[in-house]
Structure formats: C-alpha cells, structure tokens
C-alpha cells in the first residue's frame, strides 16, 4: 500500500472520463464532484459515460464542467447511471471499451464503484488503459480501505429503523429480527447493532446455530427480557425463515423486517460526502502522475493508493476490535 505523494503536478491530461458501475452508493455524486471539479481546476476536460461499462462500451457520454456538477454532492444515487454489463466481462467487450476511449481522446478513467467495478478498472489497466478506481460500496468490504464510500450512509440509514423497531418491540413484548445487506460481508450488521444495542448480531463471517439463537432468547426471557432485535446479514440468512424458527420454538411472538434496497438510496451522511470529495479529487492526482491499476480509499485516516489487484482478490475481514466489542457488550 502506498501513501499518496505528495509535490508537484505532471499534469500530461487532456480529457478524462468517469464512470460509475455496480451497486449505487450513496456518495456517488459527490465523488463525481469532486472529480469533474479537480480535472476542471487543472485544465483538463471531464466526461461521463453513462450505465457503467455499458456506456462505456456505446459510447454513451454527457460534457461534465464545474456548473454542471453543481448541486449533486447532497444527492444519492448517481447522476451517471450505474449498470452491471455481462458483454465487458469478455475480452471483446473490454477491447471495445479500450477502444471507445481511445477514439474519444480519453488519457485517463476513472471507475467509482465496488469489487466487481475495480475488476474492471484493472482489466481495462492491463490493456494500456490509465485507470484509477475510487473505492464505493455499501458493503464495506473492499480490502485495504477501513471505509469505502456509502457505507456510513447506509449504516446509519439501518441505525434509524432498528431504533425506531425497537420502540415497537418494546411496547409490544415482541422479538423482532431484522435483515440488513451484506451477502459476503457483515459490517452493516455489525456496525449497525453495536450502534443500536441490538441483542443478536448474525454477519456471515461468524458461524450459528439456530438452537444456539432460541437458548439466549430463552434464557433472556426467563430472566424477565420481554422483547429482542435481532439483526442478520443477508448472507447470513434470511430474516422471514429465522423468525418463522423462532415462532415454532418459543412462547413469543416474532416479526421479520427485509430493510432491502432502502439502505442504498438517501442523501448521503457528511463522513461519506467528504470521503468521496477526499477520494475524487485523489483520483485525479493519481491520473496526473501516470499512475495507474490502483484504488483510492481511506486508511487510518489518510487518503492512500491500494493496489487494484490485490484490493478485488483479497478479503475483507470484519474489524476485530468491533467483533472483540460486540462479544462483551451483547449479553
């Protein structure tokens, strides 16, 4: 890993493009920002393809300038367009891709997204292609980053309606479990249970039984505990099966809530909207110093430059002093 340098500019660009692919991130727009805004302030002209690689691909594009981008930082979503193209996954459509950005005269790309987006980034890197990647995605699990953009907002989007399920929990005596995104990676679950207090926490990186689950919930209701939120990952199963378990082993009665896509969309939390201005702007010196294959992000408070291939290949544990925390404070 390798902090950014700092010095002077070497700024050989001319024209650069911006996409953004895979899930949205709330946070997008203001990385875009960022990015159009830096470019503009070093002379070089910005474009956006539109729907990701597929846009990318069709030569699908829109003028970006400093006015144009004004007004989007407060915004969720992306102003892009965001798309998972199956046809850039072959070497046809990565050589069509290479080759759109070579007839646009494009010096540099900037890819705003997730694993499955910085793939891409790196195969399009490997063919000659100047390509920076901006670190987004909900799930948090991008390894080399302690926080990639749109976690935060999604975090606290499950923070507020556990909260408000509480309430009803509470005044209803009712067990209420409570599935969160994460198919591979647990941090929302983690994160946002630690925040709420929540009694169960199920990511899919730490092993459960379900008997396990009815044994606390039983031992808590003998010791007169008359309601529960359990939050589960989605990876770690699904909140509709675990609830219907839990109303067929114990003399309660349980609720399942799906918070779903909701936890993508919103305006996007201060922490996220300065992460993502940090990160674009970031992206655009990167560019600027013929750097390339690499990933902006965030770690121990500082911007840094990860390794593209080793930031999609590798995995992204859950923080341990969290699980350590969770362990001793869920009881």
């Not at 907002?153 to 909260?163: E, F, L, S, W």
């Not at 674009?280 to 390794?307: P, T, Y």
């Amino acid at each position: 890993m390798d902090r950014l340098a700092g010095g002077p500019l070497q700024v050989t660009m001319r024209r650069i493009g911006i996409l953004t692919s895979g899930g949205d991130a709330s946070g997008m727009n203001a990385a875009i920002r960022a990015v159009t805004r830096t470019a503009a302030s070093m002379g070089v002209a910005a474009i956006g393809f539109e729907r990701g690689f597929d846009g990318l691909m069709t030569d699908t594009w829109i003028e970006l300038n400093a006015r144009s981008v004004s007004g989007i930082v407060e915004l969720g979503g992306t102003i892009l367009k965001t798309a998972r193209s199956e046809l850039f996954r072959t070497e046809d459509g990565r050589s069509q891709a290479a080759a759109v950005l070579r007839h646009d005269g494009v010096d540099g790309l900037v890819v705003i997204g997730g694993n499955g987006s910085q793939t891409g980034g790196y195969q399009l890197s490997r063919m000659g292609v100047p390509v920076v990647g901006v670190a987004s995605t909900i799930d948090n699990d991008m390894y080399g980053f302690d926080y990639t953009i749109g976690f935060d907002t999604a975090v606290n989007t499950a923070v507020d309606a556990i909260d408000r399920i509480r309430d009803v929990a509470e005044s209803h005596d009712r067990v209420f479990v409570v599935e969160v995104m994460g198919r591979d990676n647990g941090s929302i679950a983690l994160e946002a249970s630690l925040a709420t207090g929540a009694d169960i926490v199920l990511p899919p990186e730490l092993p459960f039984s379900l008997p396990a689950v009815i044994t606390r919930l039983r031992d808590d209701i003998m010791a007169r505990k008359k309601h529960h939120v359990i939050v589960i990952a989605e990876g770690a199963g699904r909140a509709q099966d675990l609830a219907a378990y839990i109303n067929a082993n114990l003399p309660v009665e349980c609720r399942a809530t799906v918070l779903g896509y909701v936890q993508r969309g919103g305006s996007p939390t201060r922490f996220d909207r300065i992460l993502a201005s940090i990160s674009g702007e970031a992206a655009v010196v990167a560019l600027s110093e013929n750097r390339s294959g690499i990933i902006v992000g965030m770690r121990d408070g500082h911007v840094v430059l990860q390794d593209a291939l080793e930031a999609v290949t590798r995995r992204s544990p859950l923080r341990p002093e969290l699980v350590k925390l969770l362990g001793r404070v869920s009881i």
